[in-house]
C-alpha cells in the first residue's frame, strides 16, 4: 500500500483562501509513487486487521480536513455553532454529536470523496467511519476550546444556580477585580461577587454578577443580592 503526504505549506495556502483542497495536487506518495498507483481491495473486503481500520480511517480524516467544504464550512462552523450551544444548555451528549458526524458528515464525504477519485480505498467499513468520527470530533473539541474558550464537558450547566451568601463566601476566591472577587470560572460562565456596597452606590449589597462568554467577549447574564 502507498502511502500519502500532505504538502502542509500548500495546503494552509489553499484554506486560508478558502478553496477547496486539491489532495492530488498536494499530496506525494512514498518512494516515488503517486496515489493513482494504489491498487484498491474488493468491495466490502471482509476480515480488516486493526492496522487496516485504522489506515482507513487516517485515510478518510486526512480526506474531510483537505476539504474546505466539509471541514470548514460543516464541521468548524454549522456543526461548531449547534456544538457550542449545546454545551452552553448543558444538553452536549459526546455520543450524540459522534452518531452526528458519522450519520451526516461521512457518508458525503466518502460519496464525495469517491466522485473526486481523492480516496484510497473502495470500501469505509463501519469501524473505520466510527473512528473517522472520533477523529473529527477530538479537532472540534479542541477548536472549542482554544477559540471559544470553553472547558468540554458533558453537561455544562449555561447557567450556575442563584447561590446564597453562605455558599458564595464559603468558595474559594479565584482572582481579585477591582470591586469584585472571582469566585466560579468554568464551562464558559464567571460568578463575581461584589465587595462594594449600598453606600458605595451599588443597587446590593453583597451583589453577585454572572458572565457567559460570548464569541470571545464576556456578557452580563444575571446579577442578584446574595441572601
Not at 469566585?183 to 454578577?209: A, C, F, H
Request: aromatic share 8%; glycine share 8%.
Amino acid at each position: 500500500m502507498v502511502r500519502r503526504q500532505v504538502d502542509v505549506k500548500a495546503h494552509k495556502r489553499t484554506v486560508a483562501s478558502g478553496k477547496t483542497v486539491d489532495v492530488k495536487k498536494h499530496t506525494r506518495g512514498i518512494d516515488g509513487a503517486v496515489p493513482g498507483d494504489v491498487r484498491k481491495p474488493r468491495e466490502n473486503n471482509p476480515g480488516l486487521s486493526d492496522e487496516d481500520i485504522t489506515r482507513r480511517a487516517d485515510d478518510l480524516h486526512l480526506y474531510i480536513s483537505n476539504d474546505y467544504e466539509l471541514y470548514e464550512q460543516w464541521l468548524m462552523d454549522s456543526y461548531l455553532k449547534n456544538m457550542v450551544r449545546k454545551i452552553k444548555k448543558g444538553e452536549y451528549s459526546r455520543a450524540r454529536a459522534l452518531e452526528g458526524i458519522n450519520n451526516l458528515l461521512i457518508p458525503r464525504a466518502i460519496k464525495k470523496g469517491k466522485e473526486q477519485g481523492y480516496l484510497m480505498y473502495d470500501n469505509y467499513p463501519k469501524d473505520s467511519r466510527e473512528k473517522t468520527a472520533r477523529l473529527l470530533l477530538d479537532d472540534l473539541e479542541e477548536r472549542i476550546e482554544y477559540d471559544e474558550g470553553i472547558k468540554i464537558k458533558e453537561g455544562t450547566p449555561s447557567k450556575p444556580p442563584r447561590y446564597s451568601l453562605t455558599e458564595m463566601n464559603a468558595m474559594t476566591t479565584i482572582s481579585e477585580g477591582q470591586f469584585d472577587d472571582l469566585k466560579y470560572d468554568e464551562g464558559g460562565i464567571r460568578v463575581w461577587l461584589s465587595r462594594m456596597t449600598r453606600e458605595d452606590g451599588m443597587p446590593y449589597n453583597n451583589q453577585v454578577t454572572v458572565e457567559k462568554l460570548k464569541e470571545g467577549r464576556w456578557e452580563e447574564i444575571d446579577v442578584y443580592q446574595a441572601k
